[in-house]
C-alpha cells in the first residue's frame, strides 16, 4: 500500500518535472523559480510522511512477530501447565468466583468420586475459608485418606474463588504409624525394665534379701528415687510421641482435683523429705466440685508441676500449692521459692524439648518435655496454664480448668 | 492349705520378683510365660488367682482373660492385671472384660500387689 502511494507521488514528481521544463520555456524565471521552491517542499512534505510510514510499517511488523513469539510460548505455557495440572500427584479442584468448579483434575474427580461438576462443589463448600486464609484439614473419603487445602484465590482485593489441593496421605499416616509403634513398643520395653529395677529394689529396702547396712539402705534409697525419675521420663517421653502424631485421646470422667494434687504430693514424699522443703497444700473447707477431665493426664500435669518445683527449689526451700473454685473454674496454684525462669527463657518454656538455662546447671536429668506435654493436656481440656517467674526469686504456675466441661 | 496363684507374664526377671514376694507370704506359686501356656495352666490347676500381664507373646491378656471368663469352669477365678499399660482404654476394657483389679506395674510396689492379692483372697 505504501509503495503504491510512493509510486503515485513519485509519478506527480516526474509530471510536476515535466510540466516545470515546459514552463520554463515560456515563463520568465523568477515565477518558475517560485514554483520550483513550492514543488520542492510539497514533494520533501511527501517523502518525509512516506518514510514515516514505512519506518511505522516495519515496527509493526516487529510488534506483530513479538506477539506471535509470545503466542507460541503462551501456548507452550499452557500446554505445559495443563500437563501438570493432569499429571499432578495431588487432587486440584479450582473454584469459580461463582462458587462454581472451573476445573478439575483427574486425581481430584477420582478422589471426590463426584457424578457431577455441581456435585463436587456441593461437596467442598464446606471447606471454603474465608477470604485470605487456608485452611487445612484431613479427612477420609471414599477410602482416601485425604489432607484437604482450601486455598482463597485473591487478585488485588477481588474474591476470585479457590483452589483446593487434595494430598492423599496414606503413605506418610502408615510411616508415621510404624515410627510411633516402634517408639512406643521400645518405650514399653524401657519400662520393664525401670520396674523390674523398682521392684528389686523396693524387695532390697524391704529386707527380702536380708538386712542392709546402714550405707547399702542409703544407696539403694537415692538409687530408686533415682529409678523413679527414670520412670517419669519414659511417662513423659511416651506423651510427648502421642501427641506429635495426634494419637493423643482423651478418657473423661468425673475427677476430684483435690484428689489428685493430694496424691501427687504423697507420691513426692521421700523426695520432698530428703530436700526438706516445706510444702503447704491450702484447700477449701468444703470439698470441689469435681470436673470432667481424663484423670490419668491431668495427674501428669500435676507431677510435672510439682516435680518442677522440687527439682528447681534448693534444700530447706518452700512450696505453697492451693487450690479453689473461682467463678466457672477451679484454679490451681503452684509456688516455689526456686532458681525462676530467667526472662530470656520465659517465651520459649512451654516449647518442646525446651531447658532454661539455670535449670541445665542445677539439675541435669530432665527433658524438656514436661510442661510442653502439661500444656497440651490442659489446653486440650480448654484450660489454660501460664506462671509468673523471677530469676532466684522463684516460680509460680497458674492452672485454671473450667467447671462445665464435658 | 496354701493357695495357689498363677503369674502370666513373660517377663522371667517381674515374674521372679513376684514369685519370691507371694511365695514368701507362703503362696504356692505356678508361672506361665505366654498367653497360651496361661490358659492350658488355668484349666489344668484352677489356681485361686490369676495375675495376668497384657502384653505376651502368642496370645495376649486381654485375650486370655475373655477365654476364661467364657468357660464357665474357670470363670470364677478372680485375675488381676498385671501391666505397664497406663490408658485408660485399657484399664477400663480390662475391667468390662471381668478382671477383679488392674495394677499398673511401674506405678506399684510389690508390697502394694501383696496387698492387693490378699484382699482378694480374704
Given at each position: 500500500m505504501?509503495?503504491?502511494?510512493?509510486i503515485?507521488f513519485?509519478g506527480?514528481?516526474?509530471?510536476?518535472?515535466?510540466?516545470?521544463?515546459?514552463?520554463?520555456?515560456?515563463?520568465n524565471?523568477?515565477?518558475t523559480?517560485?514554483?520550483?521552491?513550492?514543488?520542492?517542499?510539497?514533494?520533501?512534505y511527501f517523502?518525509?510522511r512516506?518514510?514515516?510510514f514505512k519506518?511505522?510499517?516495519?515496527?509493526?511488523?516487529h510488534?506483530?512477530q513479538?506477539?506471535?513469539?509470545?503466542?507460541k510460548?503462551?501456548?507452550?505455557e499452557?500446554?505445559?501447565?495443563?500437563?501438570?495440572f493432569?499429571?499432578?500427584?495431588?487432587?486440584?479442584?479450582?473454584?469459580g468466583e461463582?462458587?462454581?468448579v472451573f476445573?478439575?483434575?483427574p486425581?481430584?474427580?477420582k478422589i471426590?468420586?463426584?457424578?457431577?461438576e455441581n456435585?463436587?462443589?456441593?461437596?467442598?463448600?464446606?471447606y471454603?475459608?474465608?477470604?485470605?486464609?487456608?485452611?487445612?484439614?484431613?479427612?477420609i473419603l471414599?477410602?482416601?485418606?485425604?489432607?484437604?487445602?482450601?486455598?482463597?484465590?485473591?487478585?488485588g482485593?477481588k474474591?476470585?474463588?479457590?483452589?483446593?489441593?487434595?494430598?492423599?496421605?496414606?503413605?506418610?499416616?502408615l510411616?508415621?504409624k510404624?515410627?510411633?509403634?516402634s517408639?512406643l513398643?521400645?518405650?514399653?520395653?524401657l519400662?520393664?525394665?525401670?520396674t523390674?529395677?523398682?521392684?528389686?529394689?523396693?524387695?532390697?529396702?524391704?529386707?527380702?534379701?536380708g538386712?542392709?547396712s546402714?550405707?547399702?539402705?542409703?544407696?539403694?534409697?537415692?538409687?530408686y528415687?533415682?529409678?523413679?525419675?527414670?520412670l517419669f521420663l519414659i511417662?513423659?517421653?511416651f506423651?510427648?510421641?502421642?501427641?506429635?502424631?495426634?494419637?493423643?485421646r482423651y478418657?473423661?470422667?468425673?475427677?476430684?482435683?483435690?484428689?489428685?494434687v493430694?496424691?501427687?504430693?504423697?507420691?513426692f514424699?521421700?523426695?520432698?523429705?530428703?530436700?526438706?522443703i516445706?510444702?503447704q497444700?491450702k484447700?477449701?473447707a468444703?470439698?470441689?466440685p469435681?470436673?470432667m477431665?481424663d484423670?490419668?493426664k491431668?495427674?501428669?500435669?500435676?507431677k510435672?508441676?510439682?516435680?518442677?518445683?522440687?527439682?528447681?527449689t534448693?534444700?530447706?526451700g518452700?512450696?505453697?500449692?492451693?487450690i479453689?473454685?473461682?467463678g466457672?473454674?477451679?484454679?490451681?496454684k503452684?509456688?516455689d521459692s526456686?532458681?525462676g525462669?530467667?526472662?530470656a527463657?520465659q517465651?520459649?518454656?512451654?516449647?518442646k524439648?525446651?531447658?532454661a538455662r539455670?535449670?541445665?546447671k542445677i539439675?541435669?536429668?530432665?527433658?524438656?518435655?514436661?510442661l510442653f506435654?502439661a500444656k497440651?493436656?490442659?489446653?486440650?481440656?480448654?484450660?489454660?496454664?501460664?506462671?509468673?517467674?523471677e530469676?532466684?526469686?522463684?516460680?509460680?504456675?497458674?492452672?485454671d480448668?473450667?467447671l462445665n466441661?464435658? | 492349705m496354701?493357695?495357689?496363684?498363677?503369674?502370666?507374664?513373660?517377663?522371667?526377671?517381674?515374674?521372679?520378683l513376684?514369685?519370691?514376694?507371694?511365695?514368701a507370704?507362703?503362696?504356692?506359686?505356678?508361672?506361665a510365660?505366654?498367653g497360651?501356656?496361661?490358659i492350658?495352666?488355668?484349666?489344668?490347676?484352677?489356681p485361686?488367682?490369676?495375675l495376668?500381664?497384657?502384653?505376651?507373646?502368642n496370645e495376649?491378656?486381654?485375650?486370655?482373660?475373655?477365654k476364661?471368663?467364657?468357660?464357665?469352669?474357670?470363670s470364677?477365678i478372680?485375675?488381676?492385671?498385671?501391666?505397664?499399660?497406663?490408658q485408660?482404654?485399657?484399664?477400663?476394657?480390662?475391667?468390662?472384660?471381668?478382671?477383679?483389679?488392674?495394677i499398673?506395674?511401674?506405678?506399684?510396689?510389690p508390697?502394694e500387689?501383696?496387698?492387693?492379692?490378699?484382699?482378694?483372697?480374704?
Amino acid at each position: 500500500m505504501f509503495n503504491f502511494v510512493k509510486i503515485i507521488f513519485g509519478g506527480l514528481f516526474t509530471a510536476s518535472a515535466i510540466a516545470f521544463l515546459i514552463f520554463l520555456a515560456s515563463v520568465n524565471l523568477g515565477i518558475t523559480l517560485f514554483f520550483l521552491v513550492v514543488i520542492f517542499f510539497i514533494t520533501n512534505y511527501f517523502l518525509k510522511r512516506i518514510s514515516r510510514f514505512k519506518k511505522q510499517q516495519i515496527g509493526l511488523e516487529h510488534l506483530l512477530q513479538a506477539n506471535e513469539k509470545k503466542f507460541k510460548n503462551s501456548e507452550i505455557e499452557k500446554n505445559i501447565i495443563a500437563k501438570v495440572f493432569t499429571n499432578f500427584d495431588q487432587g486440584v479442584v479450582v473454584i469459580g468466583e461463582n462458587g462454581k468448579v472451573f476445573m478439575a483434575n483427574p486425581l481430584a474427580e477420582k478422589i471426590l468420586q463426584a457424578k457431577s461438576e455441581n456435585a463436587m462443589a456441593d461437596f467442598l463448600s464446606p471447606y471454603f475459608s474465608s477470604l485470605g486464609t487456608i485452611l487445612k484439614e484431613e479427612i477420609i473419603l471414599n477410602n482416601f485418606n485425604i489432607e484437604l487445602s482450601a486455598i482463597p484465590l485473591v487478585f488485588g482485593q477481588k474474591d476470585m474463588g479457590k483452589l483446593i489441593i487434595l494430598r492423599d496421605i496414606a503413605k506418610e499416616k502408615l510411616l508415621e504409624k510404624v515410627k510411633t509403634d516402634s517408639i512406643l513398643s521400645a518405650v514399653h520395653q524401657l519400662k520393664t525394665s525401670v520396674t523390674s529395677a523398682k521392684w528389686s529394689l523396693k524387695m532390697f529396702l524391704s529386707g527380702d534379701f536380708g538386712k542392709l547396712s546402714k550405707e547399702q539402705k542409703e544407696v539403694t534409697q537415692r538409687l530408686y528415687g533415682r529409678n523413679d525419675s527414670s520412670l517419669f521420663l519414659i511417662d513423659n517421653l511416651f506423651y510427648a510421641t502421642k501427641i506429635d502424631n495426634k494419637a493423643y485421646r482423651y478418657a473423661k470422667t468425673l475427677v476430684d482435683i483435690t484428689q489428685v494434687v493430694q496424691a501427687e504430693i504423697n507420691y513426692f514424699q521421700d523426695k520432698i523429705k530428703s530436700k526438706k522443703i516445706k510444702v503447704q497444700f491450702k484447700k477449701p473447707a468444703e470439698s470441689l466440685p469435681k470436673i470432667m477431665a481424663d484423670k490419668e493426664k491431668i495427674e501428669s500435669v500435676i507431677k510435672n508441676l510439682f516435680d518442677n518445683a522440687l527439682k528447681y527449689t534448693p534444700a530447706e526451700g518452700t512450696i505453697n500449692a492451693s487450690i479453689a473454685c473461682e467463678g466457672k473454674k477451679i484454679s490451681f496454684k503452684i509456688k516455689d521459692s526456686g532458681i525462676g525462669i530467667p526472662l530470656a527463657d520465659q517465651s520459649k518454656i512451654f516449647g518442646k524439648f525446651f531447658r532454661a538455662r539455670n535449670a541445665n546447671k542445677i539439675e541435669a536429668n530432665g527433658s524438656g518435655l514436661g510442661l510442653f506435654i502439661a500444656k497440651k493436656i490442659i489446653e486440650d481440656h480448654n484450660g489454660s496454664l501460664s506462671f509468673q517467674s523471677e530469676e532466684n526469686k522463684g516460680t509460680e504456675f497458674l492452672l485454671d480448668l473450667p467447671l462445665n466441661m464435658v | 492349705m496354701a493357695k495357689n496363684i498363677l503369674i502370666i507374664e513373660d517377663d522371667e526377671f517381674l515374674r521372679s520378683l513376684i514369685n519370691r514376694k507371694l511365695s514368701a507370704e507362703g503362696y504356692n506359686m505356678i508361672s506361665a510365660i505366654d498367653g497360651e501356656e496361661g490358659i492350658k495352666k488355668v484349666l489344668a490347676e484352677k489356681p485361686d488367682l490369676v495375675l495376668l500381664d497384657l502384653i505376651l507373646p502368642n496370645e495376649d491378656g486381654f485375650e486370655v482373660l475373655s477365654k476364661i471368663k467364657a468357660d464357665p469352669k474357670v470363670s470364677q477365678i478372680p485375675i488381676i492385671i498385671l501391666s505397664n499399660l497406663s490408658q485408660k482404654e485399657d484399664i477400663d476394657k480390662g475391667m468390662k472384660l471381668g478382671a477383679a483389679d488392674y495394677i499398673i506395674k511401674a506405678q506399684f510396689t510389690p508390697e502394694e500387689i501383696v496387698e492387693k492379692v490378699k484382699n482378694i483372697l480374704k
